[in-house]
């Protein structure tokens, strides 16, 4: 009888270790799995030529009359579609909303759940940990007819 209890001690020891074995080979999300949702921007910033200003969006008064936010849904297992929705109080007291749609962004793992994100190979920001930023350098004309650099930086939080 002494043999047959430890074999079985030995053998249900055995299923043990391979059961707990399986339980640590989680499969991890998607990196688009990890980052999609609601995100409210929390400041804006734009630089003319170098010369830049930057918007508290969490101010009572601003969020009167500013609101940013993006919604960021899964295209593929690492690409997103991306909406930035800008609403602004208008003179006559109504907010007007504007959006841009950024249609495939491509997610680049830059480690501890934070990814590059790449519209058409070029880097426009950072999204991971709950937080997301967005960065486009594009040129414009200002009122003299002058061609100006334009920065836009807009930083976000995930919406809970």
């Known amino acids: 009888m002494k043999t047959f ?20 080979n989680e499969v991890e999300p998607d990196p688009a799995d990890q980052v999609i949702g609601a995100y409210s921007a929390t400041t804006y910033s734009e630089s003319i030529n170098g010369v830049a200003q930057s918007i508290d969006l969490t101010n009572a008064l601003i969020k009167e009359n500013v609101a940013i936010s993006f919604d960021v849904a899964k295209k593929a297992a690492s690409t997103l579609t991306v ?29 501890n759940g ?16 709950g937080n997301l930023s967005l960065q486009e350098t594009y040129p414009d004309t200002d ?18």
Not at 114 to 128: D, K, P, R, Y
């Open 83 to 111: 909406v930035l929705s800008i609403s602004q109080r208008d003179s006559t007291g109504t907010m007007q909303t504007y959006n841009d749609t950024y249609d495939s962004i491509e997610l680049k793992a830059l480690g």
């Open 143 to 160: 009122e003299a007819g002058n061609t100006v650099q334009v920065t836009v930086k807009i930083a976000a939080t995930k919406s809970l």
């Open 5 to 24: 209890t430890s074999a079985l001690s030995i053998s249900a020891l055995a299923l043990m270790l391979i059961f707990s074995g399986c339980t640590n």
């Open 114 to 129: 934070n990814f590059e994100m790449l519209n058409a190979g070029t880097s426009v920001g950072q999204i991971g940990n």
